[in-house]
């Protein structure tokens, strides 16, 4: 008795061999029931009915061959567009051509005559593709590609070509004795178009009908790598037309990056504009409790009096006149800070895009390592962009750091305009106390050297804010010019490793 797993296994065995054989019925009654067609004569020719079906099936695949073909370019890069004007071109006379011939040998297989029209039509579809592909119809569209690109894509397509020109030429070759055959039988059968089986048989070799199927089906298999080709190349056309267009995203991206670090030096410049009120602050309460002379009487020293007023001025009216000027010169360098970046776009697009550019010939070139070149680098050209941005930031944060420098001088020299006036209120008091020795030429030009000084130091002021904010925006701008050039550096050294790539692949 068989056990369970035994009889388990049977039913699958008998299962599967039901299955085939109910495939393989259905496979007889279809081909039992697919017409016979007769090489332009009125009986059944053996093999025709094979020819007829591969005969429509290339067709199908030639169809193929132009689908979906004529997608939309966005980028407006010229390039692209000559390449795709190319493949479409190719395709679409390889596709009326190659239908023209399909559709002859279908029409040829079913005919039943006259026997020379059928064959003199797909002789004549034949001959045309022959001619097409084998470059009288090609040259114009090879000669563009070739001088635009390499000739990675008219070298797949010769390959592709050559094969169906093969094809054809063999089964021309097989045809014409297939016509010289049944020529023989219709004359044999007196000239009548519907020859007997035995005269059929006896002129009309059943191995020469099965070698002119097994060519159709030879030359179907060709199709296929021809639309592949075409596709494939229109398909890099289109993703490097994204690839370009995703340019401006990254270097609007690279110049927000730039924009945003000027935007914090406008920042820190108003920063420090606001921030000249500490020299105010630390200079007015010493000031006020100083030189503010109420209650102290300086009528027995009037030349000491008037230089005292003098001192007031310059640490009122000429010190505000001062900062008023140091303001002007933070708003002016301020307003300049943005112009550092202007025509930075342009200098992406026109200098900047030799490494891109040259990946994108690269990819629809098509060559052998076209999608791996393309995929290795096609982050790293724009990685570029935002390396440059970076080194701009760079150039952006060294200013501000020069300017908290600036603020630690000026506030330097306002503490030391403070000891001036302490000084002086020491002087005075002293002065006041021997008049007759104080209110002298010597002690008044004194007092005039130390308020000469103390205005020198506040025009140095106002002169390092100047000299500062000028050579800042010299030093900014020669920065980013700086920054251009290495990106220009980069871009060219990408370009050579992208040279590399294209012809070692992965071994550059």
Same mark, same amino acid.
């Given at each position: 008795?068989?056990?369970?797993?035994?009889?388990? #296994?049977?039913?699958?065995?008998?299962?599967?061999?039901?299955?085939?054989?109910?495939?393989?019925?259905?496979?007889?009654?279809?081909?039992?029931?697919?017409?016979?067609?007769?090489?332009?004569?009125?009986?059944?020719?053996?093999?025709?009915?094979g020819?007829?079906? +591969?005969?429509?099936?290339?067709?199908?695949?030639?169809?193929?061959?132009?689908?979906?073909?004529?997608?939309?370019?966005?980028?407006?890069?010229?390039?692209l567009?000559?390449?795709?004007?190319?493949?479409?071109?190719?395709?679409?006379?390889?596709?009326?051509?190659?239908?023209?011939?399909?559709?002859?040998? +279908? /029409?040829?297989?079913?005919?039943?005559?006259?026997?020379?029209?059928?064959f003199?039509?797909?002789?004549?579809?034949?001959?045309?593709?022959?001619?097409?592909?084998?470059?009288? !119809?090609?040259?114009?569209?090879?000669?563009?590609?070739n001088?635009?690109?390499?000739?990675?894509?008219?070298?797949?397509?010769n390959?592709?070509?050559?094969?169906?020109?093969?094809?054809l030429?063999?089964?021309?070759?097989?045809?014409?004795?297939?016509k010289?055959?049944?020529?023989?039988?219709?004359? /044999? #059968?007196?000239?009548?178009?519907?020859?007997?089986? =035995?005269?059929?048989?006896?002129?009309?070799?059943?191995?020469?009908?099965?070698t002119?199927?097994?060519?159709?089906?030879?030359?179907?298999?060709?199709?296929?790598?021809?639309?592949?080709?075409?596709?494939?190349?229109?398909?890099?056309?289109?993703? =490097?037309?994204?690839?370009?267009?995703?340019l401006?995203?990254? #270097?609007? !991206?690279?110049?927000?990056?730039?924009?945003?670090?000027?935007?914090?030096?406008?920042?820190?410049v108003?920063?420090?504009?606001? $921030?000249? =009120? @500490?020299?105010?602050?630390?200079?007015?309460?010493?000031?006020?409790?100083?030189?503010?002379?109420? !209650?102290?009487?300086?009528?027995?020293?009037?030349d000491?009096?008037?230089?005292?007023?003098?001192?007031?001025?310059?640490?009122?009216?000429?010190? +505000?006149?001062?900062?008023? $000027?140091?303001?002007?010169f933070?708003?002016?360098?301020k307003?300049?800070?943005?112009?550092?970046?202007?025509?930075?776009?342009?200098?992406?697009?026109?200098?900047?895009? !030799?490494?891109?550019l040259?990946?994108?010939?690269v990819?629809?070139?098509?060559?052998?390592?076209?999608?791996?070149?393309?995929?290795?680098?096609?982050?790293?050209?724009? #990685?570029?962009?935002?390396?440059q941005?970076?080194?701009?930031?760079?150039?952006v944060?060294?200013?501000?750091?020069?300017?908290?420098?600036?603020?630690?001088?000026?506030?330097?020299?306002?503490?030391?305009?403070?000891?001036n006036?302490?000084?002086?209120?020491?002087?005075?008091?002293?002065?006041?106390?021997?008049?007759? @020795?104080?209110?002298?030429?010597?002690?008044?030009?004194?007092?005039?050297?130390?308020?000469?000084?103390?205005?020198?130091?506040?025009?140095?002021?106002?002169?390092?804010?100047?000299?500062?904010?000028?050579?800042?925006?010299?030093?900014?701008?020669?920065?980013?010019?700086?920054?251009?050039?290495?990106?220009?550096?980069?871009?060219?050294?990408?370009?050579?490793?992208i040279?590399?790539c294209?012809?070692?692949?992965?071994n550059?």
């Open positions: 008795m068989l056990d369970r797993k035994q009889t388990r #296994a049977m039913r699958i065995v008998f299962g599967v061999t039901l299955a085939v054989v109910l495939v393989l019925c259905t496979t007889v009654k279809q081909g039992m029931a697919l017409p016979r067609p007769d090489f332009g004569i009125a009986v059944t020719v053996y093999g025709s009915d020819v007829s079906t +591969n005969a429509v099936a290339s067709t199908n695949l030639i169809d193929n061959t132009n689908d979906n073909l004529d997608v939309t370019l966005s980028s407006g890069y010229p390039l567009t000559t390449i795709k004007t190319q493949l479409i071109g190719i395709a679409n006379e390889f596709t009326s051509k190659g239908l023209d011939v399909s559709n002859a040998l +279908n /029409a040829l297989a079913v005919s039943t005559g006259p026997l020379d029209d059928a003199a039509t797909f002789k004549t579809a034949s001959d045309a593709l022959i001619a097409f592909i084998g470059g009288t !119809g090609t040259n114009a569209f090879f000669t563009e590609l001088t635009q690109l390499d000739t990675s894509i008219t070298t797949m397509l390959d592709a070509f050559d094969d169906v020109k093969a094809n030429n063999k089964l021309g070759t097989q045809l014409d004795s297939l010289t055959q049944l020529q023989s039988a219709v004359q /044999a #059968a007196n000239g009548s178009n519907s020859p007997s089986k =035995a005269i059929l048989r006896k002129y009309v070799s059943t191995t020469l009908t099965s002119i199927a097994s060519t159709v089906i030879s030359l179907k298999s060709n199709i296929p790598l021809v639309t592949y080709i075409v596709a494939n190349s229109i398909e890099n056309l289109k993703i =490097a037309d994204d690839y370009i267009f995703l401006s995203n990254v #270097a609007t !991206g690279a110049l927000d990056v730039v924009n945003g670090g000027l935007e914090a030096l406008e920042q820190e108003q920063l420090y504009s606001d $921030d000249t =009120a @500490q020299i105010t602050a630390i200079i007015t309460p010493v000031y006020q409790a100083n030189l503010v002379l109420t !209650g102290i009487d300086l009528s027995t020293v009037p000491i009096a008037s230089e005292m007023a003098e001192y007031q001025e310059a640490y009122t009216t000429d010190l +505000n006149t001062v900062i008023t $000027d140091m303001k002007a933070y708003t002016t360098y307003q300049s800070v943005m112009l550092t970046s202007d025509g930075l776009g342009t200098f992406y697009s026109t200098k900047a895009c !030799g490494h891109l040259r990946l994108v010939k990819l629809i070139s098509n060559g052998k390592f076209a999608d791996y070149c393309y995929n290795k680098y096609a982050p790293r050209t724009f #990685a570029l962009f935002d390396v941005a970076r080194r701009a930031n760079r150039c944060d060294q200013e501000i750091t020069r300017l908290l420098k600036l603020q630690e001088v000026l506030l330097s020299i306002a503490k030391m305009l403070t000891f006036i302490e000084d002086i209120m020491e002087q005075l008091k002293a002065c006041i106390k021997t008049p007759a @020795q104080c209110n002298v030429a010597d002690i008044e030009k004194a007092y005039h050297d130390v308020h000469i000084a103390a205005k020198a130091n506040m025009n140095t002021m106002k002169m390092i804010v100047s000299y500062e904010t000028t050579a800042g925006l010299k030093r900014l701008g020669a920065c980013f010019s700086t920054t251009k050039y290495e990106l220009l550096l980069d871009t060219v050294a990408m370009t050579g490793e040279n590399s294209e012809t070692l692949g992965p550059a």
